[in-house]
């Protein structure tokens, strides 16, 4: 079996990882609705592949989810992939972090993933295939300071995918999670900026801080989740289930 026309929902598909993992299964004969908040951005990354299209939704409001599913099947058909990569990040130390703080990440982080992945369930239950994929973080495998609500929300969504690929084991459907370190994309460049803004730290001290961690001493490329994901999906990983595959150079 090959990934021609197979259909992949890429969230948070409007810049970084999400863009760089639609355009790669683009290029692979997948079929690829990419979801995000704002038009703009996912009209420039659908512009770039007549095998990309997009549509306003937010993932932690269910019923809009499960409306926009409706309509893209519509053009590309059921949902055979899963690429559950919109998620939100902050830094704050545990004493000033509010339960609002730690509410509202998990709303996107965990609650967006159980959406996303539900609505597309009976889809792939009734082919007999399915790929669902969720972008974690090693956060979700280690402890860092604070980002303490960030790291509870990722080891949420590991124990989710690792529980939910045990239940789907005999369906022909497998459920992963990847944990990328810190990635070269929009989202690092902002935390490089908050890092400056609160430290004496200048933009390259502050990278050399983000990724001294990693052995490889290095930001993650988004090609290199991109390829990772585009493995998972060939029939070649119909044995990796839930697994939480590191991307970080050694780190963990």
Not at 225 to 247: F, P, R, Y
């Amino acid at each position: 079996m090959t990934l021609n026309n197979k259909h992949a929902v890429v969230t948070g598909g409007g810049s970084g990882v999400g863009a760089a993992i639609a355009l790669k299964l683009a290029e692979n004969e997948v079929k690829v609705t990419i979801l995000g908040r704002r038009d703009k951005p996912l009209k420039a990354i659908a512009n770039n592949h007549e095998n990309i299209d997009w549509r306003v939704c937010d993932v932690t409001n269910a019923n809009d989810l499960e409306q926009c599913y409706n309509n893209i099947r519509k053009k590309f058909g059921k949902i055979n992939i899963i690429i559950a990569n919109a998620g939100e990040a902050f830094s704050k130390p545990f004493h000033k972090m509010s339960s609002k703080d730690i509410s509202s990440i998990m709303d996107v982080n965990v609650i967006g993933v159980f959406n996303t992945f539900k609505y597309a369930l009976e889809d792939m239950e009734s082919e007999g295939w399915g790929r669902m994929i969720a972008i974690s973080s090693t956060a979700g495998l280690k402890g860092y300071s604070y980002v303490s609500a960030y790291c509870a929300s990722k080891h949420a969504v590991i124990g989710l995918t690792r529980s939910l690929a045990m239940e789907l084991a005999k369906k022909g459907i497998t459920v992963n999670s990847v944990c990328p370190s810190y990635i070269d994309t929009p989202m690092t460049e902002r935390t490089i900026a908050n890092i400056t803004k609160l430290t004496n730290l200048n933009s390259v001290d502050a990278i050399q801080e983000l990724v001294s961690s990693n052995p490889q001493k290095r930001l993650i490329l988004p090609s290199e989740v991109a390829e990772t994901i585009l493995w998972l999906c060939k029939d070649t990983s119909n044995s990796i289930n839930g697994q939480s595959i590191s991307i970080a150079g050694g780190e963990i």
